[in-house]
């Protein structure tokens, strides 16, 4: 059980990992959500500090999880330019830590907290769908803190929506395209001179839509499937989320 514990990808045995949506995976996707339902209902009956002080503690475990996948790779000696968190999840981390420091300053949330609930949280929702770490064994350090930490991306902003500190109005859908528009073009070109894949636009991740995309559309012209992909997922997004306040506030 914990012989390949702390075993990198390239040194495990073939066919050890997971398949997706197979019992494994459906356990993992079912705790998660059983798990995020009961945290959001114990989160209203909080006091406000008891709110703020669950929220730094998500946002301080989601960094926690990076840092100690770096430091295990780091003495394992497999970091790399590969390894490094430029992956939207990875970023959401400190994004979070952003929102949270700037909660604290101000005493309030600004409509920058859309962005973790339309962007960052369903870009969580298809990490877990779609996990690149199933190449490990369910019992894998790997495996638990790919599962774990996208949880906990997912729980912060879900906290901030059920609470009603986020309230998406589509006449703000330009700062996370914006937020997109920023960060994806460098990353593009990191990923072409180190040969890495952050975001997978460079390469098209097997077994998902994105595979589909290419098929049809080649590479590099998936990217322009992919980029109104997200759009329309936004945009649904905050048009969902709308409609679910509206419903909220009656």
Same mark, same amino acid.
């Given at each position: ?18 398949? =997706? ?5 459906? /356990?993992?996707?079912?705790? *998660?959500? *059983? ?6 209902? *114990? ?13 730094? /503690? ?7 999880? #990076? ?5 295990? &790779? ?13 992956? &939207? ?7 979070? &830590?952003? &929102? ?14 859309? /962005? ?5 949280? !369903? ?29 906990? =991306?997912?729980?912060? !902003? ?26 994806? !073009? ?21 077994? #998902? ?24 997922? /936004? ?16």
């Amino acid at each position: 059980m914990y012989t390949y514990f702390f075993t990198y990808q390239d040194a495990l045995p073939e066919n050890c990992g997971f398949p =997706i949506f197979g019992r494994m995976h459906f /356990i993992w996707l079912t705790c *998660i959500a *059983i798990v995020i339902f009961l945290l959001c209902r *114990i989160y209203l009956r909080l006091t406000k500090i008891r709110q703020l002080q669950m929220l730094n /503690i998500t946002v301080l475990l989601a960094l926690c999880c #990076t840092f100690t996948q770096d430091a295990i &790779l780091t003495v394992t000696g497999h970091m790399n330019a590969r390894m490094l968190p430029f992956h &939207l999840c990875d970023l959401a981390g400190f994004f979070y &830590l952003f &929102l949270q420091m700037q909660a604290l300053r101000t005493g309030r949330w600004t409509s920058l907290v859309e /962005i973790a609930l339309c962007l960052f949280m !369903p870009g969580a929702v298809l990490g877990i769908l779609f996990p690149v770490w199933n190449v490990y064994p369910p019992f894998h350090y790997m495996t638990i803190h790919g599962f774990v930490y996208h949880a906990l =991306i997912i729980l912060y !902003p879900w906290l901030l929506f059920v609470s009603g500190n986020i309230r998406p109005k589509t006449r703000h859908i330009w700062q996370p395209v914006l937020l997109l528009c920023g960060i994806v !073009p460098p990353v593009y070109l990191f990923n072409k001179k180190f040969d890495s894949n952050y975001m997978f636009i460079n390469v098209p991740l097997e077994n #998902t839509p994105l595979e589909f995309l290419a098929d049809q559309m080649g590479n590099p012209g998936y990217l322009l499937g992919y980029a109104i992909f997200i759009f329309l997922l /936004i945009l649904t997004l905050y048009q969902v989320f709308g409609k679910l306040t509206q419903l909220l506030k009656k």
